[in-house]
Nanobody, 121 residues
């Protein structure tokens, strides 16, 4: 089985920083594009940032210049450094990855269970 586990969420004041981590584990042949998405209650899940296996990145306009996505391929881990946080960044943040299974040799998208980020004074 393949799973993604996020960590690093919590409560932070406006202007503060948090670093999210997401580790992939299980029967994995390769981990391709990884990313972070977020969802507010009552809203659709939205892209925050993605990073390819070679390190090409993409960001939502709302987080450009404040958030940085990175990855450690050896550790099968993706990070999201979030700086200058705003109340509107409050959401559940989900990790996503396209993973090829070492058992089936087929690839599919996997999601973590999410970690809550609350930006409030």
């Amino acid at each position: 089985q393949v799973q993604l586990v996020e960590s690093g969420g919590g409560l932070v004041q406006p202007g503060g920083s948090l670093r999210l981590s997401c580790v992939a584990s299980g029967s994995i042949l390769s981990v391709n594009t990884m990313g972070w998405y977020r969802q507010d209650p009552g809203k659709e899940r939205e892209l925050v940032a993605t990073i390819t296996i070679v390190g090409s990145t993409k960001y939502a306009d709302s987080v450009k210049g404040r958030f940085t996505i990175s990855r450690d391929n050896a550790k099968k881990t993706v990070y999201l450094q979030m700086n200058s946080l705003k109340p509107e960044d409050t959401a559940v943040y989900y990790c996503n990855a396209f993973i090829v299974s070492s058992k089936t040799y087929s690839g599919m998208n996997y999601w973590g269970k999410g970690t809550l980020v609350t930006v409030s004074s």
